[in-house]
């Protein structure tokens, strides 16, 4: 039986995971900051971003909390060297993917917002995307246990 000796962590590494933690971190305040806004904070808001956050359903807001959650401990999966990293990034992409699923299919988003309305959820799957292909490698090189 060999064992496997895990290989020193680049630099690059440790970046890439405090980055992801702070970029996961700031999604975490946007999701308490949504899920927190009060009746008149969300009058406050322009129509159009109004009638998409009053037509969100609870299971929506749910995929939204997995997708930012899942990334916070993803990335302290990361930082603490965790095989586990791997599978809260995946958890975090599928919800990242019911909630942008939901926000066009079930909210009037893409009558209020439009095909410009995609680039940051584009933006955000490509994240993820790349979070969990990273952390897979790490997982393949050995430097996660």
Do not use: D
């Amino acid at each position: 039986m060999t064992t496997a000796i895990p290989s020193s962590r680049p630099m690059s590494y440790w970046i890439i995971a405090i980055v992801a933690l702070l970029w996961n971190l700031l999604g975490v305040a946007m999701f308490c900051m949504t899920m927190a806004a009060t009746p008149e904070q969300v009058a406050a808001m322009p129509p159009e971003h109004r009638q998409i956050l009053e037509a969100t359903p609870g299971w929506a807001q749910v995929a939204y909390g997995v997708a930012v959650f899942g990334g916070v401990l993803g990335a302290i999966g990361l930082l603490l060297r965790k095989r586990w990293a791997v599978t809260f990034f995946l958890l975090s992409l599928i919800g990242l993917v019911v909630q942008t699923l939901a926000a066009f299919l079930v909210t009037p988003a893409w009558a209020v917002l439009g095909p410009s309305g995609l680039l940051m959820p584009i933006l955000l799957l490509a994240i993820a995307l790349f979070l969990l292909s990273y952390s897979r490698r790490a997982a393949a090189r050995g430097w996660l246990s």
